[in-house]
């Protein structure tokens, strides 16, 4: 956490424990939070997914594992990881330094999808700004489309802060998006259009906590999603089917 705020054009609202989140959870009237998980080099991916195991046997949480590309005994650590009932693996583009659609990575996504985890992607701009951001809309779009019959989300619906290339090649497309510094940056008419273009199916609330606040966000998504029914699906309904709870 240190490092990151360091690094950080967004300051954190929390310190990235377990304990705060839950906190967090309480005071937000969150449920269940999905906890993604990232391996930036080869060597933490044991020990970063021996985290996600212990962290899932909390009911609050909803832990995803990560593989580095250049882990090794790929295939082992995906079945320990389906084994202990985790049910996705996060991949961050730019923290793990890959690009998203490079064909060198498919073989990773089908060994994931063959085991039937959900795949989540860091997409559009982070943390830290850089001159090349590894998954831009189009790209995520394009490995979404190739790998359709697995259940791919995008988060920041596709593309922090690349909002045009997500409405050109993202939104109305058959892959699910979440909401993190999504839907709370986007004009009123942009997110009236997203709305009515997207699947309200696919989109799945995400605050990106701990740089995020919970309370702010389900606060903003009450006052800016009118239909109740949109809003129930948005805020749990889409991510209760996807994930089996």
């Not at 998203?100 to 992607?121: C, H, N, Q, S, T």
């Amino acid at each position: 956490m240190e490092n990151l705020t360091r690094i950080s054009v967004y300051p954190p609202c929390l310190n990235g424990t377990l304990s705060a989140l839950k906190e967090s959870m309480d005071r937000a009237g969150i449920h269940r939070s999905v906890v993604l998980n990232i391996a930036t080099n080869p060597k933490q991916t044991e020990n970063v997914n021996n985290f996600a195991i212990e962290a899932n046997a909390d009911e609050k949480i909803i832990a995803f594992g990560s593989i580095h590309p250049d882990s090794e005994n790929v295939v082992s650590e995906l079945a320990r990881l389906k084994a202990n009932g985790i049910l996705g693996i996060k991949f961050h583009p730019d923290f793990q330094d890959f690009e998203v659609d490079d064909r060198r990575m498919y073989p990773l996504y089908e060994k994931v999808a063959e085991f039937g985890f959900i795949m989540l992607f860091h997409c559009g701009h982070d943390l830290d700004p850089r001159a090349k951001y590894n998954c831009i809309p189009k790209a995520f779009a394009r490995v979404a489309h190739d790998f359709r019959g697995a259940t791919v989300v995008g988060a920041h619906l596709g593309g922090q802060d690349m909002w045009n290339e997500v409405f050109e090649y993202v939104c109305g497309k058959d892959v699910f998006v979440d909401t993190s510094y999504g839907f709370g940056w986007l004009t009123k008419e942009q997110l009236k259009r997203f709305l009515s273009e997207h699947d309200n199916d696919k989109i799945l609330f995400g605050t990106d906590s701990p740089w995020q606040s919970q309370t702010h966000d389900v606060e903003m998504m009450k006052a800016r999603i009118e239909d109740k029914a949109v809003f129930n699906k948005i805020m749990g309904g889409n991510a209760a089917r996807i994930l089996g709870i």
